[in-house]
């Protein structure tokens, strides 16, 4: 059994938790959204300084929660990489402080390891090997997931991400910041088929199209056209029809490649991480064709797919049950492909 606490500050949330294996224990999630809202996205410089007035706060609370004393705790982990330098390094420092302090291993973690980890916590008894769609504000990937540590990337985004682009397409349509949860609620009462939108299909050069990569640049500029020409012709503007129409024309690209891709590979479960993963057009796409052909997907709890600690700290307990503790000098970096992530480690 491995308890681990881990500190997430790659974005805007300051988060905590402890973790026994894949058993939250405490979860602390101080969100900055709030803080960012006015300037319609993340300020790196002003998210850097929120985490450090909360870190301190965050970690007692998390300490609290979960009713233990420090001897209890056998590792202090951190997100390391990727995400905002300035931000990173607020959680890496209290971390290795801790370390310190407490003469505990530390860890470093892989921001998207942690979102793979997240199906975890509510599937303790899944194993690898399986496919994971990872859709956050910063990333869109297909990963097969081979065991601890071993990724490849099969697919991603040629450009935006999928969080991205609802953030994008929120901001274009004044809805505020962040999009996803907005352009969701409003896609409830909207029809999702009044207005035809491009998929985001890659070209290959030999003819055809790439089965597993996309590209949500395209949707979001068809979406502001559309807001144009409505405008121009003096309609008022059918928010809820455009939010459902963009939110399916997203599930179904993301769900069309994933099913590609799993079968391909013949990897019978897809597991969905990050931010989008939240999303109910995507969770209702995915669940529909995935019983039409004979596969399963799994979502991490609503609460652990947006940026937590808990995802950080399961991932951390597995490295730490196979030996791997990473060096007090490790630093952060802003961006490090999942494949890189055993460099973490000695
Ligand atoms: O994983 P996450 O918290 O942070 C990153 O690592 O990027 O993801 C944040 C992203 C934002 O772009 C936000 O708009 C999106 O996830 N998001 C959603 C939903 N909830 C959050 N997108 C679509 N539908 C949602 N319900
Ligand atoms: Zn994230």
């Not at 007035?53 to 390391?80: F, G, P, S, V």
């Not at 609802?166 to 909207?190: E, H, M, N, S, W």
């Amino acid at each position: 059994m491995t308890t681990v606490l881990a500190i997430e500050t790659s974005c805007d949330e300051t988060a905590v938790a402890i973790v026994n294996n894949r058993q939250v224990l405490s979860s602390i999630i101080a969100s900055q959204i709030p803080v960012h809202q006015q300037y319609g996205g993340v300020v790196p410089e002003v998210a850097s300084r929120a985490h450090l007035e909360t870190i301190n706060d965050a970690i007692a609370q998390a300490m609290d929660q979960a009713q233990l004393d420090w001897d209890k705790i056998d590792a202090i982990a951190a997100t390391c990489a990727p995400g905002l330098v300035g931000a990173l390094l607020v959680g890496l420092t209290a971390a290795k402080t801790l370390a310190i302090l407490h003469n505990k291993p530390f860890l470093g973690v892989h921001h998207l390891e942690g979102h793979i980890y997240a199906t975890y916590l509510s599937e303790p008894t899944l194993d690898p090997p399986f496919l994971s769609l990872l859709v956050s504000g910063g990333h869109t990937s297909l990963i097969y997931v081979k065991e601890c540590g071993n990724y490849e990337t099969l697919g991603e985004t040629r450009d935006d991400a999928a969080g991205e682009a609802f953030d994008k397409v929120a901001r274009l349509l004044k809805l505020g910041y962040p999009g996803g949860p907005v352009i969701d609620k409003l896609a409830q009462t909207g029809d999702p088929q009044a207005f035809a939108l491009p998929e985001g299909k890659v070209s290959l050069a030999g003819g055809g199209y790439h089965r597993y990569d996309g590209s949500f640049s395209g949707l979001k500029t068809a979406v502001l056209r559309l807001v144009q020409q409505l405008e121009k012709d003096g309609d008022s503007l059918p928010i809820e029809d455009i939010a459902a129409s963009f939110q399916a024309t997203v599930a179904k690209a993301l769900t069309k490649r994933a099913i590609a891709c799993a079968l391909d590979y013949g990897l019978d479960t897809i597991a969905v991480g990050g931010g989008v993963a939240a999303n109910s057009g995507l969770r209702q796409h995915l669940q529909t064709a995935v019983s039409a052909n004979n596969l399963r997907v799994l979502f991490p709890p609503l609460k652990f797919c947006t940026d937590n600690a808990a995802m950080i700290a399961c991932a951390a307990a597995d490295h730490l049950s196979r030996g791997h503790t990473s060096s007090l000098t490790l630093g952060v970096e802003s961006r490090l492909n999942l494949s890189q992530v055993m460099k973490l480690y000695s």
